[in-house]
């Protein structure tokens, strides 16, 4: 029997608890023993809960246990997160995270600890929930060069977006949708300005390439400008938008991003509604692979926190090749980017054609009736030719009295 203490008791943490009764037998047999809780510290008591007795307020008593071996992190946030989770691996306990700001921020020096105290630090949970991902970087696809990933990251920005996609709805009647259902928080800038996203996709990328990325060099994007208007013109394309993040190694080049992307009814991310997440895996070998599920939720998320505490039981005295070093990886400057761009501007095409082709060539253009603007979409284009052509095409319109209203990246 292997003793294990849970740290945070909110959505996810009782999550596990429920978990680890619920399938006791199943995990024991794969752990090749019981996994048994014996503290859950959190600032709260929890009367009449099924963890009323195991309770502890003082982590030290968890850090100072001889006894526990796995300890699940599942508090959130940096500190004391950080500080916790650092002094339970230095005191030669095993690590199982769902908290993918700790990862991103400080998971290079975590790994290097775990790897010196012959312990692990895993963290399957920290991207896309309940999908299994991490594992299948570093197990199933070790023989791979990967060359692409890209993926829905984000089930409260996908929930939304999905509600303007097929019902016509406002964002910020979409979002105060979310909040209602409990998609989003009270405050939801982390999700709806891209910085959860862009975090995981940090995450993923330092994997694939075994360095330390720094996802505060990530340009990001959230969907807090997209409109139903632009769903309008995407249902008239045959496309839909989504916010994603994606990482492209090209060489020794990563080109990384979070924004929101247009992509037509081909895309396999097209489909993946409501709050699914779905991450695209292109390797050099295997071509395209994808993964799709909950990837957020109390059960899903806790289900794979589960499959790491077996992971960590099944190499208790053992630490397992994952994760990056310290070697930084620099990412690409964003204007080198290649995309297709969907523009939306003010006025008629007809009044704007010379304009428009005068700055970008012959585009695809969609007009909407009832409304005195088009759109135009431009061809495939690095960021910074197309910035620079846009300049002139705003100055243009300036002198009319009109606008550029919209700019989506496209695939």
Not at 374 to 399: D, H, Q, W
Request: proline share 3%; charged share 25%.
């Amino acid at each position: 029997m292997i003793k294990v203490a849970i740290m945070g008791y909110g959505t996810i943490g009782s999550g596990v608890c429920e978990v680890l009764e619920s399938n006791r037998e199943v995990l024991a047999r794969a752990a090749g023993q019981e996994l048994d809780i014996k503290y859950v510290l959190d600032l709260r008591d929890f009367p009449g809960s099924p963890v009323e007795k195991k309770i502890v307020h003082d982590f030290d008593v968890i850090c100072r246990d001889p006894e526990v071996k796995i300890v699940v992190e599942t508090m959130g946030g940096l500190e004391p997160a950080y500080s916790f989770v650092k002094a339970c691996l230095e005191a030669g306990k095993h690590i199982a995270t769902s908290n993918k700001a700790l990862v991103a921020a400080h998971g290079t020096e975590l790994l290097a600890i775990a790897r010196k105290k012959q312990v692990n630090f895993l963290f399957e949970a920290s991207v896309g929930g309940g999908i299994p991902i991490i594992r299948p970087l570093y197990r199933c696809l070790m023989g791979e060069k990967i060359k692409e990933i890209t993926g829905i990251l984000n089930g409260t920005t996908n929930y939304i977006l999905t509600k303007m996609d097929k019902e016509g709805t406002s964002f910020d009647r979409a979002l105060k949708e979310a909040q209602a259902l409990g998609y989003a928080e009270r405050n939801p800038e982390a999700d709806v300005e891209g910085y959860d996203t862009c975090r995981k996709i940090a995450i993923l990328t330092a994997m694939v390439t075994g360095k330390e990325v720094n996802y505060e060099e990530i340009p990001t994007e959230g969907i807090t400008k997209i409109t139903d208007v632009d769903f309008k013109y995407a249902d008239a394309m045959g496309t839909s938008i989504k916010l994603v993040g994606s990482a492209r190694m090209d060489g020794g080049k990563v080109h990384a991003w979070v924004a929101p992307l247009m992509i037509g009814k081909d895309h396999p991310l097209y489909a993946v509604s409501d709050v699914y997440n779905a991450i695209l895996v292109k390797g050099n070998m295997v071509g395209t692979t994808m993964y799709y599920g909950s990837g957020a939720g109390k059960l899903p998320t806790a289900s794979a926190v589960a499959a790491d505490m077996v992971e960590a039981a099944r190499h208790i005295d053992s630490n397992i090749s994952i994760g990056w070093s310290s070697e930084k990886q620099a990412i690409a400057p964003a204007d080198q980017a290649v995309y297709r761009f969907f523009v939306r501007v003010s006025g008629t095409y007809e009044d704007r054609r010379d304009m428009v082709e005068a700055a970008f060539g012959k585009c695809k253009v969609v007009e909407l009736e009832g409304l005195d603007e088009f759109a135009f979409l431009t061809g495939p284009m690095k960021r910074s030719g197309f910035m620079e052509n846009l300049e002139i095409l705003k100055v243009e319109l300036t002198a009319e009295y009109q606008k550029v209203l919209q700019v989506i990246r496209a695939e």
